[in-house]
């Protein structure tokens, strides 16, 4: 056992003390923040104003467009109804985005398939569906006025219906949380596809480095194999949970400063600070403040002690397959015919996530895929921030604990007869001969 805790110790500190690893470790979180201000600060950048002609021959739509330039800022309409239709037509794109005809028809409803809208570029599918949204809001109007409707007694009687999400304590509800527990469940799940792969090719470059500069005979003169590979499997994965550590620390302290900064109290009796708000705010603070009091009301003990269970078993799994793979190969060329099998559950997992437990987090798919071992640790992940049973979440972790020595097993002996191996590309046939050994 102390032979496996001297790798374990050295993989671990040549980790750490690598620069590229401390400059990731306090640069990264520094670099989402970064990334996030810019995305904004480029969505609020002012937009290009696309201008749109009309060329309206019924006369009947135009102010409806023209009064759409105080709505949409995105596209600016202009009224060319009295310049030549074909006019207009050879000047598609001098000046404006595109032309907008209505041709002059004496049924209004006939104009429901005869509009068109031309243009050398494609435009937006928004664009498209506010212009038809128009039209067809104009026509019914029109529809009604020839039928002799009351449209001014019909537009009172439409409902707007708000509903208001309260639960049974009675305290206030607010709308968006599924959407930020999938949020978080996704971005743990994501951390951890990127773990494993991040770490897991770590395990693999540490092993052919070794193999090709031939260090690996001296070692394994005193050191059986699979201590070896348990050592750097163990001693890579410490240096990951280290550092992800460091990135909790630093995103729960960003947190309490926006809590802080919105006047959230994050205790378990959390309310508004009367003395930091003030009757002006705006209806958005309250819904931030009602946001972040909710998030910090999610279990977030269990989820980041799920993900560090999770990480461990999941990328125990992968990287037994990751330095079974270094061991067969000499350099990182001949490893990628091995290494998509390996990817593809993740990337399955991923998408089985977003698609499968964001609609329904108890569906069979959902459950299932979070009970399998190769894909539990990134589904499961994603399912528990709504609450799983306690049963589920035993029976996935024992699953991916024993598929792990299983694999380990096997795993090990790829890696024996691999790391000794020079000079030849091995086949998926070659390594089922090794597990035999």
């Given at each position: 056992?102390s ?12 980790k ?10 306090f640069l ?7 990334i ?8 609020a950048a002012?937009?290009t ?26 596209y ?9 239709n074909q ?17 002059a ?15 050398n570029?494609?435009?937006s ?6 212009t038809?949204?128009v ?8 529809n009604?006025?020839k039928?002799?409707l ?16 309260a639960?049974?304590?009675?305290e ?28 897991g ?16 005979e ?15 499997i163990i ?17 729960l ?22 003395g930091?708000l ?6 958005f603070a ?9 998030i ?9 002690i ?9 990328y125990?799994l ?5 330095a079974?793979?270094?061991?067969a ?7 990628q015919q091995f290494?998509l099998p390996?990817?593809?559950?993740l ?10 437990v964001?609609?329904?987090?108890d569906?069979?798919?959902a459950?299932?895929?979070?009970i399998?071992p190769?894909t539990?640790p ?16 035993a029976?996935?972790?024992t699953?991916?604990f ?5 694999v380990v097993?096997f795993a090990?002996?790829?890696?024996r007869?691999g790391i ?7 086949s ?7 597990l035999?050994?």
């Amino acid at each position: 056992m102390s032979i496996i805790s001297l790798i374990i110790k050295r993989e671990f500190f040549a980790k750490v003390r690598n620069k590229s690893f401390i400059v990731m470790t306090f640069l990264s979180p520094l670099l989402f923040v970064a990334i996030a201000i810019f995305v904004g600060y480029l969505s609020a950048a002012e937009t290009t104003v696309k201008r749109v002609a009309v060329h309206d021959e019924t006369g009947l739509f135009v102010k409806d467009f023209l009064a759409q330039n105080s709505e949409d800022g995105a596209y600016k309409y202009l009224d060319f109804s009295q310049i030549d239709n074909q006019y207009l037509k050879d000047s598609v794109n001098n000046g404006y985005e595109g032309l907008l005809i209505i041709p002059a028809t004496t049924d209004v409803t006939a104009l429901e398939h005869k509009i068109e809208f031309i243009s050398n570029a494609s435009p937006s599918i928004s664009f498209i569906e506010n212009t038809q949204a128009v039209i067809a809001r104009k026509i019914t109007q029109l529809n009604f006025e020839k039928a002799h409707l009351d449209t001014l007694a019909i537009q009172k009687a439409q409902a707007n219906v708000t509903i208001t999400i309260a639960k049974t304590s009675g305290e206030q509800g607010v709308k968006g949380l599924n959407e930020a527990k999938i949020a978080i469940g996704g971005a743990f799940g994501y951390l951890i596809m990127m773990f494993i792969i991040i770490y897991g090719n770590m395990v693999m470059r540490s092993v052919i480095e070794e193999k090709t500069n031939r260090i690996i005979e001296i070692i394994i003169s005193s050191v059986k194999p699979f201590q070896l590979m348990i050592g750097k499997i163990i001693g890579t994965s410490l240096a990951g949970i280290l550092q992800f550590s460091i990135w909790v620390i630093i995103g729960l302290s960003l947190l309490f400063l926006a809590s802080a900064f919105l006047g959230v109290d994050v205790g378990t009796s959390a309310h508004l600070s009367s003395g930091l708000l003030t009757h002006t705010q705006t209806e958005f603070a309250g819904t931030a403040q009602l946001f972040i009091k909710e998030i910090w009301n999610l279990p977030i003990a269990g989820i980041l002690i799920s993900f560090i269970v999770y990480f461990i078993g999941g990328y125990f799994l992968y990287s037994s397959f990751y330095a079974a793979i270094g061991a067969a190969v000499d350099n990182q060329t001949d490893s990628q015919q091995f290494l998509l099998p390996i990817i593809m559950p993740l990337i399955l997992s991923v998408y089985i996530g977003f698609f499968s437990v964001v609609n329904d987090p108890d569906s069979t798919i959902a459950v299932a895929f979070s009970i399998f071992p190769l894909t539990s640790p990134i589904v499961m992940l994603m399912r528990i921030p709504f609450g799983v049973p306690w049963w589920q979440i035993a029976i996935s972790l024992t699953l991916l604990f024993a598929t792990f020595l299983a694999v380990v097993w096997f795993a090990a002996k790829i890696y024996r007869v691999g790391i000794l191996m020079y000079g030849k590309k091995p086949s998926w046939k070659e390594l089922y001969k090794w597990l035999k050994y």
